[in-house]
């Protein structure tokens, strides 16, 4: 298993310009969720999904979208980017239910200037 | 919402020393997982203690839910260690804002 994969690994953007992050996960976990980190700080859950056609906002939903239209993947857009956007993006899966242990992506680096 | 503290945020200790991190929440909570953060910004699972006790090698969790805190304890420290760690709690994960460790050698 490849676990949960997050392409890009970096990526710079331009103010107003839009993007999408890639999350894919091989584990046919039922729930995915995007986070994001801020330097010095922990991570702040962006939205989440409990399953196909399944969506709902986290803490920190402001400028982000989301869709699952597969079990698999889970890609979160940024649909004009601004600098407050700049951060560490985390995609995490597990299943749905009864919590259990997450397990989360390498992260994608990007930085809006 | 749940508010999650951990202390300290610094520890600087020598290779070989001992240490203990501490988690409180401000919630019950059936969720909880220790999460180390390696130099390179790898989020690593330690473990998943929604209560009770776990031991990894070197690396022992303790979560006592009815009093909302949990401890990791790291025995034996080594360089590789350093990083920041952190716990977070409740199904939709929300995290502390970490200890900083730093192992000298």
């Known amino acids: 298993n490849a676990g949960v994969t997050q392409t890009p690994k970096f990526q710079v953007l331009k103010t107003g310009q839009s993007m999408t992050l890639q999350c894919a996960q091989d584990?046919?976990?039922?729930?995915m969720s995007w986070y994001r980190q801020d330097p010095g700080m922990g991570l702040r859950l962006i939205h989440y999904?409990?399953?196909?056609?399944?969506?709902d906002q986290g803490e920190v939903p402001n400028g982000y979208n989301v869709s699952r239209s597969t079990t698999e993947d889970f890609p979160l857009r940024l649909l004009s980017a601004a600098p407050s956007q700049t951060s560490v993006y985390f995609c995490?899966?597990?299943?749905?239910?009864?919590?259990?242990?997450?397990?989360f992506g390498p992260g994608t680096r990007l930085t809006v200037t | 919402g749940i508010q999650v503290e951990q202390s300290p945020p610094d520890l600087i200790l020598q290779e070989g020393a001992n240490s203990t991190l501490r988690c409180n929440f401000s919630?019950?909570?059936?969720?909880l997982q220790w999460f180390h953060q390696n130099p390179w910004g790898q989020l690593i699972n330690l473990f998943y203690?929604?209560?009770g006790t776990k031991q990894n090698g070197r690396l022992s969790a303790t979560t006592v839910a009815t009093e909302r805190y949990s401890l990791l304890y790291i025995s034996s420290s080594q360089t590789t260690d350093s990083g920041v760690y952190f716990c977070a709690v409740a199904q939709k994960l929300v995290f502390g804002q970490g200890t900083r460790l730093t192992i000298n050698p």
């Open positions: 584990m046919n976990h039922e729930y």
């Open positions: 203690i929604p209560s």
């Open positions: 995490a899966s597990t299943w749905s239910g009864t919590p259990y242990e997450q397990y």
């Open positions: 919630d019950s909570v059936n969720n």
């Open positions: 999904s409990v399953g196909a056609g399944i969506t």
